[in-house]
């Protein structure tokens, strides 16, 4: 079960919510990228970030010198990471809408220090993306690994919203001569494009063909 | 040409900037969500929300009751729309990365009061998801329009951020036995689904099946 506290409680739309936590993995482990939202200096700041998952625990990094993360430390951060699985296109304007899948984290990202559970966050980041890429590419080096700051957020206050199935139309709009229905949304893997730098010879992966 | 300021200047990897405003519509236009940051009680709250842009202007749109614009009147906020293109897949774990399109948009929203620009406001989010769409369905009845907020952003303080391409990866790592490329992420859309309610005998209008 998902806790609620004032924030991931909906206040509107009670019924799109799921309290379920496997609905929270599902959606965070098939997303790409997350959406990072800080404050600095007052201000909202959103950024578009790659994240890797382990059992409650959400894993970001950045350049230690990105400014979201500037300062090192504790960040109040809220991550948010949304599919959108089609347009819901209704019989009026206002009941238009889309089916999605979206959760949305709230706390306080720590600065992880300890180097053991840095290489743990960046090779969940990795293998989030692409498993199997971890072991088969090169490791990080002690120079990157200076350059790379790994937070670790926990899934302790999170929200899952969900919407399927066709629009929710007013009872009165059913008798239009209007179309309705769901206009789905297909995000799919390409054939893989290989660099034109590379070696001859070296065909693509196993578990990079798997991915798709 | 895109302003610069200190929040739209990149700190890191300037190459992957652009400055050119077609760039900003170009992201803009073609996405379909965005990533609305706002600060609440001093924490970031990220939301998924739709938007439509007029000129340099953005619209979004929420329930008057909706916490991220409970207040009323001015918001500052951060308006962020990724499109995610391609996985990177380098030689070394360090240089994965993402070929992306995102915009971020920075500043102060306000409640649009205007009975007339909160229709083209509104027209403006909709022909945004499918365009046809505002003529061709029953439009916000007076009930709907004032539980309907409306919200305008100028576009004077935005940046753009792309990446396209192969991996770039280190001298020395050429030279590892690694297959390395992009794998490319399609975003297209489905066969549109009929509301099982729809009235016998309505089509797929036109402009839906255009919008494929």
Known sequence: MLSTTPRTTLGREKHRASTDRADLYDVLDSGLICHLGVVTDGHPMVVPTAYGRIGDTLYLHGSTGARSLRAGGEHEVCVTVT??????????????????????????????????????????????????????????????????????????????????????????????????????????????????????????????RARR
Chains 1, 2 share one sequence.
């Open 83 to 208: 599919h959108v699985d089609g347009l819901v296109l209704a019989r009026s304007v206002f009941n238009h809408s889309f089916n999605y899948r979206s959760a949305i984290v709230y706390g306080t990202a720590r600065t992880v220090t300890d180097e053991d559970e840095r290489l743990e966050g960046l090779r969940a980041l990795t293998e989030h993306l692409a498993p199997g890429q971890w072991d088969y590419t090169r490791r990080p080096s002690r120079k990157e690994l200076a350059a790379t700051a790994v937070l670790a957020l926990s899934l302790a206050e999170a929200s899952v919203k969900l919407r399927t199935g066709p629009p929710n139309d007013e009872e009165e709009d059913y008798a239009l001569p209007v179309w309705a229905g769901v206009l789905p949304i297909v995000t799919t893997w390409g054939e893989p494009e290989t660099d034109p730098a590379l070696q001859n010879g070296i065909e693509v992966p196993v578990h990079i």
